[in-house]
Nanobody, 125 residues
Framework: QVQLVESGGGLVQAGGSLRLACAAS????????MGWFRQAPGREREFVAA????????YYIDSVKGRFTISRDNAKNTIYLQMNSLKPEDTADYYC??????????????????WGQGTQVTVSS
């Protein structure tokens, strides 16, 4: 059972930056597909970004392209989400997710077996 622990959330003004981190409890996680999802109050959870095991392929929802960057450090079993030019509509709880599957729909929450507890991001206008 892989445990995922997010950190780095907080309150930031519009236009600011935050860097989220997600640490996995097992070394095997370096082979996992990893992703970030978010859920705003009253809304469904949505895909934000994902990265394959090597870091060679990344995927983003259109609304964050050019502003957010997902990356991973397999030596530390950790992935990151660098968020720049933050907007009030980015306000949400952000969740880290992991999948042991070799392939699949990176954009779908159904791909991911393991989830973190979430970290809150609030962007003030």
């Amino acid at each position: 059972q892989v445990q995922l622990v997010e950190s780095g959330g907080g309150l930031v003004q519009a236009g600011g930056s935050l860097r989220l981190a997600c640490a996995a409890s097992e070394r095997n996680a370096r082979r996992y597909i990893m992703g970030w999802f978010r859920q705003a109050p009253g809304r469904e959870r949505e895909f934000v970004a994902a990265i394959n095991w090597s870091g060679g392929s990344t995927y983003y929802i259109d609304s964050v392209k050019g502003r957010f960057t997902i990356s991973r450090d397999n030596a530390k079993n950790t992935i990151y989400l660098q968020m720049n030019s933050l907007k009030p509509e980015d306000t949400a709880d952000y969740y880290c997710a992991a999948s042991a599957k070799y392939s699949g729909d990176y954009y779908s929450s159904r791909l991911y077996e393991y989830w973190g507890q979430g970290t809150q991001v609030t962007v003030s206008s």
